[in-house]
């Protein structure tokens, strides 16, 4: 493990049908909706602890109950954790707290952005390394795919719309109105479109 300081935060959704990937459903249907979830989410997993930058805490919702989750410890080095909070603002930042108690640098990231590698996700934490307290990587739709820091600045999580195209807009304004100094990577896909999703199959097909 390259980095006994950080930790890693993958926030996950259970793969339940009609639950997930809700906006690509009208178009690819419930069961490859939900086939995608889990995919993802094995995906994420195994890059991830292929890459052993860090300790990797699988953050899971709604509970650390389902078939899938309990699969994911058996065959990967990870640690689960339930999801608590309100919104997504909340269940980031509670996972952020409690993680930072124990370690130095946090990285946030979901399931959706199938070209966030280890390289981009080293980057990241070398950032903190440098003292720049948050670093993120922009999504291309206005939000973003990780966010990482090293304290647990709540303010960052607190009224932003979610989901929305100014996510990234709103959490640059928020930090710059508290002085908090960041950097930002180059920006990354996420799977939140019918065209995303061709994306994905697409780069599949290529890693075969």
């Avoid at 607190?158 to 100014?166: L, P, Y």
Wanted: aromatic share 8%; proline share 4%.
């Amino acid at each position: 493990m390259i980095y006994d300081d950080t930790v890693i935060l993958l926030y996950a959704k259970a793969p339940v049908e009609g639950n997930v990937n809700t906006r690509l459903i009208p178009a690819i249907g419930v069961q490859a909706a939900t086939k995608l979830q889990h995919d993802l989410i094995h995906n994420r997993l195994s890059m991830l602890t292929q890459a052993n930058l860090c300790a990797v805490n699988l953050m899971c919702a709604p509970d650390v109950q389902h078939a899938c989750f309990v699969q994911c410890q058996q065959q990967y080095p990870i640690t689960l954790f339930e999801q608590s909070g309100r919104d997504l603002g909340a269940r980031m930042f509670y996972g952020i707290k409690h993680a930072l108690k124990q370690y130095k640098f946090c990285i946030v990231i979901g399931t959706d952005a199938p070209i966030l590698d280890e390289k981009i996700i080293k980057q990241a934490i070398d950032v903190l390394h440098t003292n720049k307290e948050v670093v993120f990587v922009p999504a291309e739709d206005g939000g973003y795919v990780l966010v990482g820091l090293q304290r647990p600045a709540e303010f960052l999580f607190q009224q932003i719309s979610w989901g929305s195209a100014k996510v990234m807009q709103q959490s640059r304004s928020k930090l710059e109105l508290h002085n908090v100094s960041y950097v930002e990577l180059a920006p990354c896909w996420d799977i939140d479109r019918v065209e995303d999703y061709q994306r994905y199959l697409a780069l599949q097909e290529r890693a075969v």
